[in-house]
């Protein structure tokens, strides 16, 4: 009897650990359906992409790559790297695209896939507010700081201004080198005006930002140039975010108006 209630148990025990099977199999397939895009950024470039207080990563750039991630039903993974090797990054599939205020250009473009520009910047110069340098003329004889591989350094090289600078120092992020500003170690700085004027803003009135810049440029996210599938997502994504007013708003959240391009 008991070997015969063993039996008929059986294929009900086997049918219960099959559905059990299934479902975890379901479940495991599922989650490897989600498509994670990797966001390679400068973690230290406020207000586009930062830490805060509990070391969280924020940012205007950081809100808009969430939505677009949102829009395209993708978990979107933030990888802070070294910005001066971001192509290297992007090319050996560490991250997936590049969104940190990346400056479209020329040379970029070479080796990057870009989607349309969605915010317009200027490479402006910080001084101290008791700084009796007025314009770009008055920065022969002196010492200049730009980030690293920024599109700082590029506009400054193409300037004829800078043949007159004492020296052109480069830092690994912008808040050292305005650090150096500050104490006096630098007289001047270059930087992407929205990272500029937030910080000048920050500070009081210890830093001012003069009229004269070294250009205008855009501000567009990166891709592989072979991931032209990719590119196209996102940059549909970013047009219907213009297009439907979320993009200003989340513009207007972090620079109180609409920088949008």
Known sequence: MFKLKNLLLAPAVVALFVSAHTQ???????AQ???????????????MGFRDEKNQIVGFDIDMAREVAKRLNVDAQFRPIDWSAKEAELNSKR??????GLTITDERKKHIGFTAPYMENHQIIVVLAKSDIANKADLAGKVVGAQEGSSAVDAIGKDESSKSFKQLKTFGDNITAMMDLGTGRLDAVVLDEVVGRYYVAKRGNEFKVLQDHFGTEEYGVGTRKDDAALLKRVDDALAEMKKDGTA???SEQWFGANVIK
């Open 24 to 30: 975890v199999m379901a479940q495991t397939a599922g």
């Open 33 to 47: 359906a989600t498509e994670t895009i990797v966001v390679g950024l400068d973690d230290n470039f406020p207000p």
């Open 95 to 100: 991250v997936d695209v590049l969104w940190n």
């Open 248 to 250: 200003q708003k989340i």
